[in-house]
């Protein structure tokens, strides 16, 4: 009896914990269960929410590409329409000189001497402008001093276009093409220059004239006082010598400089002796030229004589005989300046005539901007070239 007891107790006992475990393992299932349908769930979260932030950036792009597409293009709508059918089509002689300063004959002979500084690059992204056009965009911002936006829009590209056009042929002409048209004479043309003055105003040797005239530039930041000339506005002063041409200029040296340093400055200064002579009255005399009184006596170079109450008849006289002669930054105004004194030597080549409308716009610019009155040079006259001038007066006496 007793072991029957002990046989059920150890049944029951056994049974209890069977109970236990398959409890435990439920639990234990139940519970990995809930953790793995917890990672599920998260997962499904991760994944909807990366599928939302997609769409999110895909709607914003495609709308940002459709926004942009609407408002703007790579390169803005711009007419050729005036210089390639109006201009090369339609204008003649007179229209190309009164938007150009020359015939379309000598445009196109001067497009064949810019080509080197013009030129179109070989590879380029859009359609290169070309030579013509570019050489006619420079000319026709020298000629009317018309701002890059009124020219860009007349030629119908952008702004920037028309300053790099305007800035490679101005560097290109005074590097290089402008010795073609701005050079000192040659022995044989000195003394054909001279024959021509000499018939008109019966004094021998002239082979030209020297003068200055001051050029308004933009005002500089800094260093006003040595842009600013006698009449207070800034410029550049050019200093030339001429006979119907330029053959030699100076326009580096600024508005507050007198008129005789700006020539010790100049070529001519160190080359002059070099020139010709012949003998007059016993004094041999070379070639020279006629200044003002701002300018030294020199042996090259004569001025009349100082008004006073000693002057004698034949100085007064001498006196009468020569006077009767006939939107860039200011760093870069010299060579703008120089360019236009080779186009201008360039159309006296050509034998281009001067239309009269451009005097008057001259004349009444020159106007605004009245030029600073000549400083007469009051150092003492050089001896040698006072021999001279008397001979001269002699001469004509």
Same mark, same amino acid.
């Given at each position: 009896?007793?072991?029957?007891?002990?046989?059920?107790?150890?049944?029951?006992?056994?049974?209890?914990?069977?109970?236990?475990?398959?409890?435990?393992?439920?639990?234990?299932?139940?519970?990995?269960?809930?953790?793995?349908?917890?990672?599920?769930?998260?997962?499904?979260?991760?994944?909807?929410?990366?599928?939302?932030?997609?769409?999110?950036?895909?709607?914003?792009?495609?709308?940002?590409?459709?926004?942009?597409?609407?408002?703007?293009?790579?390169?803005?709508?711009?007419?050729?329409?005036?210089?390639?059918?109006?201009?090369?089509?339609?204008?003649?002689?007179?229209?190309?000189?009164?938007?150009?300063?020359?015939?379309?004959?000598?445009?196109?002979?001067?497009?064949?001497?810019?080509?080197?500084?013009?030129?179109?690059?070989?590879?380029?992204?859009?359609?290169?402008?070309?030579?013509?056009?570019?050489?006619?965009?420079?000319?026709?911002?020298?000629?009317?001093?018309?701002?890059?936006?009124?020219?860009?829009?007349?030629?119908?590209?952008?702004?920037?276009?028309?300053?790099?056009?305007?800035?490679?042929?101005?560097?290109?002409?005074?590097?290089?093409?402008?010795?073609?048209?701005?050079?000192?004479?040659?022995?044989?043309?000195?003394?054909?220059?001279?024959?021509?003055?000499?018939?008109?105003?019966?004094?021998?040797?002239?082979?030209?004239?020297?003068?200055?005239?001051?050029?308004?530039?933009?005002?500089?930041?800094?260093?006003?006082?040595?842009?600013?000339?006698?009449?207070?506005?800034?410029?550049?002063? *050019?200093?030339?010598?001429? @006979?119907?041409? +330029?053959?030699?200029?100076?326009?580096? &040296? /600024?508005? #507050?400089?007198?008129?005789? =340093?700006?020539?010790?400055?100049?070529?001519?200064?160190?080359?002059?002796?070099?020139?010709?002579?012949?003998?007059?009255?016993?004094?041999?005399?070379?070639?020279?030229?006629?200044?003002?009184?701002?300018?030294?006596?020199?042996?090259?170079?004569?001025?009349?004589?100082?008004?006073?109450?000693?002057?004698?008849?034949?100085?007064?006289?001498?006196?009468?005989? *020569?006077?009767?002669?006939? @939107?860039?930054? +200011?760093?870069?105004?010299?060579?703008? &300046? /120089?360019? #236009?004194?080779?186009?201008? =030597?360039?159309?006296?080549?050509?034998?281009?005539?001067?239309?009269?409308?451009?005097?008057?716009?001259?004349?009444?610019?020159?106007?605004?901007?009245?030029?600073?009155?000549?400083?007469?040079?009051?150092?003492?006259?050089?001896?040698?070239?006072?021999?001279?001038?008397?001979?001269?007066?002699?001469?004509?006496?």
């Amino acid at each position: 009896m007793a072991y029957e007891e002990q046989d059920e107790a150890a049944a029951l006992y056994i049974s209890y914990v069977m109970y236990m475990i398959i409890q435990q393992t439920r639990f234990t299932l139940a519970l990995m269960l809930a953790v793995i349908s917890e990672e599920r769930r998260y997962h499904h979260m991760l994944q909807a929410g990366a599928m939302q932030t997609t769409n999110l950036l895909l709607n914003f792009g495609a709308s940002l590409l459709q926004r942009r597409s609407q408002r703007t293009c790579w390169m803005r709508v711009r007419s050729k329409d005036w210089w390639e059918r109006v201009v090369l089509k339609e204008f003649d002689d007179e229209e190309w000189k009164e938007n150009f300063r020359m015939t379309r004959r000598s445009f196109n002979k001067l497009c064949g001497m810019m080509e080197g500084v013009l030129k179109p690059e070989d590879v380029t992204v859009r359609a290169p402008v070309p030579l013509e056009m570019r050489v006619a965009i420079v000319l026709y911002k020298l000629a009317s001093c018309a701002e890059y936006r009124v020219v860009a829009n007349q030629f119908g590209i952008p702004k920037s276009t028309v300053k790099k056009f305007v800035y490679k042929f101005c560097k290109g002409m005074v590097s290089s093409v402008i010795h073609k048209f701005i050079k000192v004479p040659t022995t044989e043309e000195a003394i054909s220059i001279a024959r021509r003055f000499e018939q008109k105003f019966h004094i021998p040797q002239i082979i030209g004239c020297i003068d200055g005239t001051h050029i308004p530039v933009l005002l500089p930041n800094d260093g006003y006082k040595d842009f600013a000339n006698r009449k207070g506005w800034p410029s550049y002063v *050019l200093q030339a010598m001429v @006979d119907n041409i +330029f053959w030699d200029i100076n326009c580096k &040296i /600024a508005g #507050c400089a007198h008129d005789a =340093n700006v020539l010790r400055q100049s070529t001519l200064f160190s080359q002059a002796h070099l020139l010709p002579k012949v003998k007059i009255n016993g004094i041999s005399i070379g070639h020279f030229l006629l200044g003002d009184p701002a300018y030294p006596l020199l042996d090259w170079l004569m001025k009349g004589y100082t008004h006073s109450p000693n002057i004698t008849p034949e100085q007064e006289s001498f006196n009468v005989h *020569l006077s009767s002669r006939s @939107d860039f930054h +200011f760093t870069f105004t010299p060579h703008i &300046i /120089a360019t #236009c004194c080779a186009l201008h =030597n360039f159309c006296e080549s050509e034998k281009e005539s001067v239309d009269p409308t451009s005097t008057v716009e001259a004349a009444v610019l020159e106007a605004d901007l009245p030029q600073p009155s000549a400083r007469a040079y009051n150092s003492s006259d050089n001896a040698s070239a006072q021999r001279i001038r008397g001979a001269l007066t002699d001469s004509i006496g």
